[in-house]
């Protein structure tokens, strides 16, 4: 057994000293970062998403957790804490829609009605005043109309809320662990001035690895991933036509399909971003390293650092849109677990 697959199914959620570390979330998807905040010690007690398979998932997974299915324009702070019992809330975290700041869409930004959803998210920051909150979205939301809206987001942010706020800081899952490329946007906000310091990386791409980084382990190549698979939840393998398994099986490691534009894994290296499948368009899953056909969903939550108990409910293809949006838990519980050593000094 390699140890990155070890690392995985060894993760458990133990809520035994969670009890003073009662977090929420907000557009939950299939609950990566939900998961990797929940390993680092918060107690998860509300979770909240448009997509009932979405809710369903994290009632699997997380069975002390209220997930409820709402619209979140018609959530109130008041009913979150009406359900939650008005237990103060340490950690609120979400990363609201991101189709519509993504360089993969069609950067509609903040006209786009997607967009729009964040200032909901803000509004519940204002409404429940939590000790802290996380928003994550994607690296493209940094250079949108020229940076732009950035700063206007930000500046909103700041303004509307009155929170603390370190630099924002964009992390790669590959340098906590994860075996896959994978940049997102983290803002961390504390209601008061609080000590904060983003994780330090653990890993680094080998040609950067100097005298100043020696004590970082090598980014880990995605074969580690994809080992000993069958048989498990979420693993169902889709069957492609004679045509496309011949195209497939003639592009090489690191290459791509010149008619689907699916790229192939390089098994020796981390894999590109995992994307969203979907049978309308967009992205698609990978090219498995070693046979001609997409990787499942699974594979996919693989490398994106779930284990192997956590299960996603739903289609085949919303199985893949709850992997292929998450944030990796692996990632999540680095940030996680620097929040909490902020929070442990926090002036209440």
Known sequence: ??????????????????????????????????????????????????????????????????????????????????LLNHTPISLLAGGPPCQSFSILGRRGSFSDLRGQL???????????????????????????NHGQDWSKLFYYFQEETGYYFPSPKVLNAADYGVPQIRKRVFIVGFRVPTEFHFPVPTHSHPSELDLYSQDLIPWLPSKLALENVAGLPNHDIRLHGDRVRCRYEKIPPGGRDKVDHTDRIDPERPSGTVLVGSKSGGGRPHIHPYLPRHITVREAARLQSFPDWYKFSGTNTAQYRQVGNAVPPLLAMALGESIKQALVNYPH
């Open 118 to 144: 964040v200032f909901e998210y803000i509004r519940l920051i204002n409404e429940l005043k939590p000790a802290a909150f996380i928003f994550e979205n994607v690296p493209g939301l940094l250079t949108l």
């Open 1 to 82: 057994m390699n140890s990155y697959f070890a690392r995985l199914n060894a993760l458990s959620l133990n809520t035994e000293n969670h009890h003073q570390l009662t977090a929420i979330s907000l557009f939950c998807g299939g609950g990566g970062l939900d998961l990797g905040l929940s390993l680092a010690g918060f107690d998860f007690k509300y979770a909240n998403d448009e997509i009932p398979f979405y809710c369903d998932t994290i009632s699997a997974n997380f069975p002390e957790c209220i997930a409820e299915t709402k619209d979140i324009r018609q959530v109130t702070g008041e009913d979150i804490e009406q």
